[in-house]
């Protein structure tokens, strides 16, 4: 089982960021993915959740607006669009594969949002 993300960087306050989460080893269709960030000092926390067939989602307040979460299951690929980036969004992002009572993580990548 193999999470890959990419596409973290550092982006000036205002600019955008787009997240991507290669999935294998696993049936992606099956799960739910998530998108999670953890500052320095700061507990992990969830940032967005889409469910396995694609439909809903659910954001943090703190993104609500900002970030959007969408996946491909043909491409088996999970993306986050941030938008509006603050200072305060600067964290390494995770993407998690959930189902019933287990899941996979990816080992992340950093956003720093800094002018």
């Known amino acids: 089982v193999q999470l890959v993300e990419s596409g973290g960087g550092l982006v000036q306050p205002g600019g955008s960021l787009r997240l991507s989460c290669a999935a294998s080893?696993?049936?992606?269709?099956?799960?739910?993915m998530s998108w999670y960030r953890q500052a320095p000092g700061k507990e992990r926390e969830l940032v967005a959740t889409i469910q396995s067939a694609g439909g809903e989602t659910n954001y943090a307040n703190s993104v609500r607006g900002r970030f959007t979460i969408s996946r491909d299951n043909a491409k088996n690929t999970v993306f986050l669009q941030m938008n509006s980036l603050k200072a305060e969004d600067t964290a390494v992002y995770y993407c998690r594969a959930a189902r019933a009572n287990h899941g996979y993580w990816g080992q992340g990548t950093q956003v720093t949002v800094s002018s």
């Open positions: 080893g696993f049936t992606f269709s099956n799960y739910a």
